[in-house]
């Protein structure tokens, strides 16, 4: 996957990722706020799942966007550096509990907003890493679990 020099994209990148900064402001959600070019790096970087991140869907999507600053933000937090060699490098662990605080706040903010259609999309998306992502270490396998179980139960509204 391709994507377009950070020069082409960094003034979008700016623009969401301040009214994302905002949202968690409001939300009272203590954060470290991470640069439009950690972001950009960190999309675009190799994945040890394989998969990729679409530049263009998380910058359009406030969801995504709020998840992946907040993972971000937890990275830094730890002292993790943010480049696009993070997801290959850091430890998985570090990684992975990034990620399931940043899953968690934005199935919470989705049922804030009463986006069932978006929890329920999102929930089978982390239904598939509780059951079937190998990278998921043991240590964080409860903690992704518990997440699913609790959101589980708006899946029918």
């Known amino acids: 996957m391709t994507y377009p020099p ?4 960094s003034e979008s990148i700016e623009y969401r990722l301040a009214q994302v900064f905002e949202v ?3 939300l009272e ?3 470290n706020k991470c640069t439009a070019k950690q972001l950009y790096d960190y999309l675009s970087g190799e994945t040890f799942s394989g998969e990729k991140n679409i530049l263009r869907e998380v910058i ?3 969801y995504l966007l709020i998840h992946e600053a907040m993972e971000l933000s937890a990275l830094i937090e730890q002292g993790v550096e943010i480049d696009n060699r993070t997801l290959m490098e850091a430890p998985k662990e570090k ?6 605080n940043a899953m968690s706040l934005e199935l919470e903010y989705a049922l804030l907003l009463e986006d069932y259609y978006w929890l329920k999309l999102r929930l ?6 509780v059951k079937e992502d190998s990278w998921l270490p043991d240590s964080h396998k409860e ?4 997440i ?3 959101y589980s139960q708006y899946l029918d509204m």
Do not use: P, S
């Open 148 to 150: 699913l179980d609790h």
């Open 95 to 100: 990684i992975c509990e990034a990620h399931l």
């Open 24 to 26: 968690l402001r409001e």
């Open 60 to 62: 359009g999507n406030e």
């Open 6 to 9: 950070f020069n082409q994209v």
């Open 124 to 129: 089978g998306h982390h239904e598939k890493v």
């Open 29 to 31: 959600v203590a954060h």
């Open 143 to 146: 903690k992704a679990r518990k």
